[in-house]
């Protein structure tokens, strides 16, 4: 059974930090692309940032330069460090799953999905 399971988030004032992180298991993690979406209030669920397996990123427009997403295949854990936070980063952030390739911060496709961490950043 795919399981995935995000932690870390938390409140923050605007300016800083957080790392979330995603554990997978059920399923051979290295061959998927691997994403962080968000779903701010009352809005929609975005892609935020996304990684193949050869490693390769891509990242939505509002958050280039500010977060950086990463892997260790070796524990199956998906990160995203998150810096220079901002108000309108507030939201639930998700992990998924999915088929390659990744474009603007989203796979090609999310075939799974975790429960979510919520992130809250105060002006």
């Known amino acids: 059974q795919v399981q995935l399971v995000e932690s870390g988030g938390g409140s923050v004032q605007a300016g800083g930090s957080l790392r979330l992180s995603c554990a997978a298991s059920g399923y051979t993690y290295s061959r998927y692309c691997m994403g962080w979406f968000r779903q701010p209030p009352g809005k929609e669920r975005e892609g935020v940032a996304a990684i193949n397996s050869d490693g390769s990123t891509s990242y939505a427009d509002s958050v280039k330069g500010r977060f950086t997403i990463s892997k260790d295949n070796a524990e199956n854990t998906l990160y995203l460090q998150m810096n220079s936070l901002k108000p309108e980063d507030t939201g639930m952030y998700y992990c998924?799953?999915?088929?390659?390739?990744?474009?603007?911060?989203?796979?090609?496709?999310?075939?799974?999905w975790g429960q979510g961490t919520q992130v809250t950043v105060s002006s």
């Open positions: 998924a799953a999915g088929l390659p390739p990744n474009y603007g911060g989203r796979c090609l496709s999310e075939h799974y």
